[in-house]
């Protein structure tokens, strides 16, 4: 099973938004709506912010979205903020002989 | 509280054995997903495999399925996870996690535990 592949970086000023994709296969992203994302800061544990495609825990502000389309999940952060500078990994379900997946990891700097 | 709070930091030689814990508190421990995490140096993160405390069910992932065991104890909330011969490339921070009520995401985790294997 490979992970789900990320863009490795992406930034944006304050204020701007910024995308990441999360891409995979018809036997984990496509197949279900299980996709979750977690943010990393350095030294830190991950820290749960979208699950099963589009919902926010709560306590995540509601500028980090999330949406799907067939093979390939998205994280949007709107209004990118200085405490925005962190790493961000998808997650998949990916079927019951295999416990979820990672995504490859993006690093999103705050210009 | 859900609280999640592993062992502390350890440091190997190969060919020892190791368990580190996951003790859990301010929830149910039976009616969860348990999952193990490693994140090796400077590198992303990696599922290892998941357990169902009430039962002990248990799926790893391939890239582990044999290298390590997954195990739980109801009496006291706590998870763990052992290797019976570690390697230098067994060294990473491993963090336990809960899933969530649907049991596909890691709501809440713990702090992390380092694993540093050196000879």
């Avoid at chain 2, 301010?26 to 290892?48: A, C, D, E, H």
Wanted: net charge positive; hydrophobic share 30%.
């Amino acid at each position: 099973q490979s992970a789900l592949t990320q863009p490795p970086s992406a930034s944006g000023s304050p204020g701007q938004s910024v995308t990441i994709s999360c891409t995979g296969t018809s036997s984990d992203v496509g197949g279900y709506n299980y996709v979750s994302w977690y943010q990393q800061h350095p030294g830190k544990a991950p820290k749960l912010m979208i699950y099963e495609v589009t919902k926010r825990p709560s306590g995540v502000p509601d500028r980090f979205s999330g949406s799907k389309s067939g093979n390939t999940a998205s994280l949007t952060v709107s209004g990118l903020q200085a405490e925005d500078e962190a790493d961000y990994y998808c997650s998949s379900y990916a079927g019951s002989n295999n416990p979820r997946v990672f995504g490859t990891g993006t690093k999103v700097t705050v210009l | 509280e859900v609280q999640l709070v592993q062992s502390g930091a350890e440091v190997k030689k190969p060919g020892e054995s190791l368990k580190i814990s996951c003790k859990t508190s301010g929830y149910s421990f039976t009616n969860y997903w348990i999952g193990w995490v490693r994140q090796m140096p400077g590198k992303g993160l990696g599922w290892m495999g998941i357990i169902y405390p009430a039962d002990s069910d248990t799926r790893y992932s391939p890239s582990f399925q044999g290298q390590v065991t997954i195990s739980a104890d109801k009496s006291i909330n706590t998870a763990y996870l052992q290797w019976s011969s570690l390697k230098a490339s067994d060294s990473a921070i491993y963090y336990c996690a809960r899933l969530g009520k649907s049991g596909y995401e890691a709501d809440y985790w713990g702090q992390g535990t380092l694993v540093t294997v050196s000879p």
